[in-house]
């Protein structure tokens, strides 16, 4: 598998969102080498979920903190389930495929959602009170 490289350009200038997302490529990486390797599959794609979940709740709450939009709010929320619910429903699947998907959602995500998160945020003079 190809690794997955932060670039700054994925950066929404928001802590710890973008500490998360940073730590979301780590461990795909991870990912990635124990499926050329004898590491542990399932512990390592444990961490993933868990950590993916995590990271969730917290940018959920950062939204609500900051006063984003309802709406979109619970659209990005959605969004995040059904991201969860399918990564589940890969657990099972070739590591590759669920690698694969966790890629490029997580990285069309960060382009396309996550950055109006940002942009609002900036806009309307939001910190995080973390």
């Known amino acids: ?10 950066a929404m200038n928001v ?15 991870a990912a990635c080498e124990a499926e050329d390797s004898t590491l ?6 444990g961490q993933l979920l868990e950590y993916t979940q995590f990271h969730f709740s ?6 609500e903190t900051v006063g984003y939009p309802v709406e ?6 959605l969004l995040h389930r059904e991201f969860v619910l399918r990564l589940n429903q890969l ?14 959602w997580l990285l069309r995500h960060i382009v396309a959602v996550d950055t109006k998160v940002g942009r609002f945020m900036k806009e309307h003079g939001s910190k995080p009170k973390k």
Do not use: C, G, T
């Open 72 to 77: 979109e709010m619970e659209s990005h929320k």
């Open 58 to 63: 917290d940018e959920e709450e950062l939204m």
């Open 15 to 29: 802590e710890p969102v973008d500490a998360h997302h940073k730590r979301l490529f780590e461990l795909y990486n």
């Open 40 to 45: 542990d599959r399932d512990e390592l794609i």
């Open 1 to 10: 598998m190809k690794r997955f490289e932060w670039i700054p350009s994925l």
């Open 91 to 104: 657990q099972s699947a070739p590591m590759w495929e669920l690698l694969d998907y966790f890629q490029e």
